[in-house]
Structures are given as structure tokens and as C-alpha cells.
């Protein structure tokens, strides 16, 4: 499946941005979808993930209580709400897809068959 992500771009510390990851031209319904980031200089790591399955959520603890990941009801659109960002969050952010990934392994990007082309998020201080 191709994705597309988009929704990045400047805001300041506090600040807030809603990322979208979509499939073209198809839904997403039976696939888990995850966000991970890569600041420059740095490996990547997860951000969160909302099970195909059933909906369920998972985020990295650095995160949790600040960003929300969801879909729509037709489950085209996976979004990534971000709130009081921090200037060390800033990143390339990208979503990834797969299917038959089993809870342990949700965080770790090996498992993802499908990626997005990335989108900046710059959070100034």
C-alpha cells in the first residue's frame, strides 16, 4: 500500500500539529498503522501505533498524554495529533504499515511493509 503523509511545518514549543497518513486509493482498515521520527543525526524511533484489528493504541512513553493517534470512520486517514511539543521532537515523521504484526513487535520498524515519504515537523524554542 502506498501512504502519504502530510500535515508537518513550523510551530513553537507548546505548540500543536495534526499529522495524516493516507492510503491511495484504498482504505487502511486492515492495517495496523504506526508513526515513527527521525531527527537528524539520530536512529529512528516509534511515536505510536493504532492496531488494524481493533483500533487499540500504543504510544512510546515520551509521548503519551500529549499525542493522540486515530482514524476516520471510513479508516482511509490516520492522524497524529500533537500537542505541547517540545523543540527535541523535532523530526522527520513518517507513517508505516503492515499487517499480521503481533503486539510485541509494534514498536520496531522492521516490521512495516509500507512507509510514507516523511513530513517535517520544526518546533522552535
Known amino acids: 500500500v502506498q501512504l502519504q503523509a502530510s500535515g508537518g511545518g513550523l510551530v513553537q514549543a507548546g505548540g500543536s500539529l495534526r499529522l495524516s497518513c493516507a492510503a491511495a486509493g484504498r482504505t487502511l482498515s486492515t492495517y495496523t498503522v504506526a508513526w515513527f521520527r527521525q531527527a537528524p543525526g539520530k536512529e529512528r524511533e516509534f511515536v505510536a501505533v493504532?492496531?488494524?484489528?481493533?483500533?487499540?493504541?500504543y504510544y512510546a512513553d515520551s509521548v503519551k498524554g500529549r499525542f493522540t493517534i486515530s482514524r476516520d470512520n471510513a479508516k482511509i486517514t490516520v492522524f497524529l495529533q500533537m500537542n505541547s511539543l517540545k523543540p527535541e521532537e523535532t523530526a522527520v515523521y513518517y507513517c508505516?504499515?503492515?499487517?499480521?504484526?503481533?503486539?510485541?513487535?509494534?514498536?520496531?520498524?522492521?516490521?512495516?511493509?509500507?512507509w510514507g515519504q516523511g513530513t517535517q515537523v520544526t518546533v522552535s524554542s
Open positions: 508505516a504499515a503492515g499487517r499480521g504484526l503481533i503486539v510485541s513487535s509494534l514498536s520496531s520498524g522492521t516490521q512495516y511493509s509500507s
Open positions: 493504532i492496531r488494524g484489528s481493533n483500533g487499540a493504541t
